[in-house]
């Protein structure tokens, strides 16, 4: 096993929470050492993401999770939520704006994966 | 709760211009939805939206900017989108949005 | 009962961290809508708390925990540990830096409420 | 982990002048003191800290600034800080030190 730091935040599903997942995205991604631009395209992924939750579930749906896994050579960013409705979020709308945003910016997206709505990850590249 | 999105208009010559400044995500999307969708209604010209102070945009905001591209072009008209930071229009590009609009 | 809002960020006992805290912080307090300087001076006492379970605890202490509630009139700001050494953190050294800060830039700061290590308090002025 | 603090050390005539920026908190704190003690202890005459890029401060950090000033004292001579944005300087101010450091 890989030891490994792990952030989590919990937030209320409420779109003006959206904002503070973000920075909270844009300092752990920051504080891996990853580039301006890279910090900003995880920024930008977690607040799709987000987003989604809150438009699935609505207000009434609780809080939901993002957890953070610091490796020593990728971060990799889960999502869950107690509410069953969000369960596979993504999975009519494969090809809408908010994926395609996500799949450009992270390396690799996994839908459903055990009991979360989805994970992502984002390799540190290799400095030549 | 504070809206980090300021959306100012002037009528020019040329047609409405329209500037946005701040976040445009969800939660700011309805407001700016609003703001972008009068403009786009009340105008007979071309209208051109001036992205200087956006910092942030998601696939909401996006949305929107397409569905106020409909709108125009049902009359023949167009959308101009100028001063763009490179993160925004890299948004364009990975969307294929920056075909759809006039970019400068 | 005044409902409230609820933001709950878990982090490990490492320096490192201490700046998404921070980054968190700022984003809670911004999106309340306080000021410039009161967001900065929040961010700086939530910042002055995380290191000081750090400094006490060690790595080897696991997580501790910030949550952020978020009323009409005030934010309310609460920190937990599962190491019963947090337990009253700032005890004995309450007039040090640490403590000078956070006293001068939060309304009300208790030690030791209930199962947690400190609580704090800022309200929202009135705009006038 | 990436730091977010940057140490430069220039010999000027009136004696070194250390350019900080970046932030100062819990973890990068031992970076700065090591660096700045040992400009300290090297040092004949006054020492100059220059603020103009520090972003963030501590009471760790304070805490060293207090500490490179005792060293300074033992030999009568001074800590000069320039340049300092207005939040460090509210901490300064708030803890008292502002009153033991010469600040311009
Ligand atoms: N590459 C594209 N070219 C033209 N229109 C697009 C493109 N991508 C999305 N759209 C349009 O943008 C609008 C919103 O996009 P959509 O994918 O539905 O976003 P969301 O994922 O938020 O539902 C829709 O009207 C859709 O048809
Ligand atoms: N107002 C002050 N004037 C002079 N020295 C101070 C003042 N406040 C703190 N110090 C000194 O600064 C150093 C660090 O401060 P301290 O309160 O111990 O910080 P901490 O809370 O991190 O332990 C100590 O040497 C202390 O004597």
Redo the contacts between chains.
């Keep these: 096993m890989e030891s490994n ?8 599903c ?7 997942a ?3 995205a ?3 991604a ?4 990853y580039d301006i ?1 890279t910090v ?1 395209d995880i920024k ?1 992924a977690v ?2 993401v ?2 989604r939750i ?2 699935v579930d609505g207000i009434s749906a609780g ?1 939901y999770e993002i957890t953070y896994e610091v490796f020593a050579d990728r971060l990799a960013i889960t999502f869950a939520s107690n509410s069953e409705r969000a369960d596979c979020l993504f999975k009519n709308d494969e090809d ?3 994926m ?2 996500i799949n ?1 910016f992270m390396d690799e997206v996994e839908f459903c994966p055990e009991d979360h709505i989805l994970s992502m990850t984002k390799y540190i590249e290799e400095k030549s | 709760m504070s809206s980090e999105l300021v959306i100012r208009v002037e009528n020019t010559e040329r047609g409405p211009l329209v500037y946005v400044s701040g976040e445009i995500d969800i939660y700011t999307a309805q407001q700016f939805k609003d703001d972008l969708y009068q403009v786009v209604d009340g105008s007979e010209s071309d209208v051109t939206i001036d992205c200087i102070g956006l910092n942030y945009i998601d696939s909401t905001g996006l949305g929107i900017f397409v569905g106020a591209l409909k709108k125009t072009k049902l009359n023949g008209r167009n959308i101009y989108i100028i001063n763009m930071k490179d993160n925004i229009k890299k948004l364009f590009v990975i969307t294929g949005l920056d075909k759809l609009f006039i970019i400068n």
Excluded: F, H, N, Q
């Design positions: 730091d792990k952030i989590t935040l919990l937030l209320p409420k779109a003006e929470y959206v904002s503070v973000r920075l909270t844009s300092g752990v920051a504080r891996m050492g631009d900003e930008v607040s799709e987000c987003s809150i438009s809080d809408g704006l908010g395609s945003i450009a």
